[in-house]
């Protein structure tokens, strides 16, 4: 048999940002966009997560959203949104410019369970619990890391 060894450079900052998530804590400058058509969440939700240490843009709709440059490390999207789009409808546009989705709603229908469901979106009742969104952004943000 032979053996062999590589050796390549350790990352300190994905190792120190690896042991924070594991112990359920938010590395600060984590990116999530949050598109909410309900100004009174939207605002609630940004400064939860900003408190959080998150950067967070917002937006109301799917045109707004697509207007805002750069990638995020969680897209946070509301399932009805402003100028009659939708948030799955967004998730599919900015496919490329995310690691994870997620879909808020309060009622969702079985359709929109499935096709969120073959886009690999979560799918997150509303009222959300800030519990709850702390630990899906710690799983969705230690699952990064590992890849």
């Known amino acids: ?27 600060r ?3 999530v966009m949050h598109v909410e058509n309900d100004e009174a969440v939207q605002q609630s939700m940004a400064e939860l997560l900003k ?5 967070v843009p917002v937006a109301a709709s799917m045109e707004q959203a697509l207007a805002l ?21 967004l998730i599919e546009a900015i496919r490329d ?3 994870v989705f997620a879909l808020l709603t309060a009622d969702p229908d079985e359709s929109v369970v499935e096709r969120a469901a073959s886009l690999g979106v979560e799918v997150i009742r509303k009222p959300v619990a800030p ?16 890849t």
Do not use: C, I
């Open 69 to 89: 440059k750069g990638r995020w490390d969680v897209v946070l999207a509301g399932y009805k949104l402003e100028q009659g789009g939708n948030g799955l409808d």
């Open 29 to 31: 400058g984590f990116r």
């Open 1 to 27: 048999g032979s053996v062999f060894a590589v050796t390549v450079p350790r990352d300190e900052s994905q190792v120190r940002h690896a042991a924070a998530l594991a112990t359920g804590a938010l590395t």
């Open 97 to 99: 410019h995310a690691h």
């Open 51 to 55: 408190r959080w240490g998150g950067d």
């Open 131 to 146: 519990l709850f969104l702390r630990t899906f952004l710690a799983r969705s943000l230690y699952a990064m890391v590992g």
